[in-house]
């Protein structure tokens, strides 16, 4: 006896259904862009939308990012899986920027924050133009792992509430966006305060900065 085996056998209409969906799929993601780089995590711009991912995260656009560090990102899009650099876009026509630029919008009592690193730490800052170095809590600091009482320099800080011991030291990266700036001055401040990481001056004047009504836009300077 012969047996047969009964296949089913999908409509045509569903067929190009799942070819449309998967054609959709494929398309729905036109271009990523390494924003910031952190150990096991990256900031990503998504068609437009800022996106943190951890190692083996998938944002909900389908973009995977594999691995990171603070000398890239191995990126997975469409099944393909690559390494980028800071400021690297995929996808799309791709052109490299020639000029790093982040771009930072007042909150509503007009205070420029933004999400940054240092020494490839995730940190909370606050842009201070009248602060003439970064600045930081011991607190902070010690989250952080910063040595400033092996090798920081004694020194002192006016603040609002006065005059506070500090020590200076000289941070080995700071990043903030697509911008990443080597060997910058810094204050670790005794105590808590501030609360947030200040990104003064000793960052904020080796980069271009303007004022484009509530939004400030840095750039690197090349």
Not at 126 to 145: H, I, N, P
Not at 181 to 195: I, K, M, R, W
Not at 205 to 210: A, I, S, T
């Amino acid at each position: 006896m012969i047996r047969y085996r009964v296949i089913r056998q999908l409509p045509l209409a569903g067929l190009l259904l799942g070819c449309l969906l998967a054609s959709t799929a494929l398309l729905a993601v036109e271009k990523v862009r390494v924003m910031a780089l952190f150990a096991d995590k990256a900031m990503l711009q998504i068609d437009g939308k800022q996106r943190l991912l951890k190692a083996g995260q998938r944002s909900p656009e389908g973009v995977l990012l594999v691995s990171a560090d603070a000398n890239g990102a191995v990126i997975e899009m469409d099944g393909r899986r690559e390494r980028y650099g800071l400021g690297s876009q995929v996808g799309g026509h791709f052109a490299q920027r020639q000029m790093a630029e982040v771009k930072i919008w007042a909150d509503t009592k007009g205070a420029y924050n933004t999400m940054g690193s240092i020494n490839g730490r995730m940190v909370d800052m606050l842009v201070d133009t009248g602060a003439t170095s970064v600045a930081m809590s011991e607190v902070e600091a010690k989250r952080l792992g910063i040595p400033y009482r092996i090798k920081g320099e004694k020194t002192g800080v006016r603040t609002a509430s006065g005059f506070a011991r500090a020590y200076a030291v000289t941070l080995d990266q700071v990043q903030v966006g697509e911008l990443t700036l080597h060997q910058v001055d810094a204050v670790v401040v005794e105590g808590n305060s501030p609360h947030r990481v200040l990104l003064g001056m000793s960052f904020l004047g080796r980069v271009n900065m303007q004022h484009k009504g509530s939004l400030m836009v840095l750039q690197s300077k090349f």
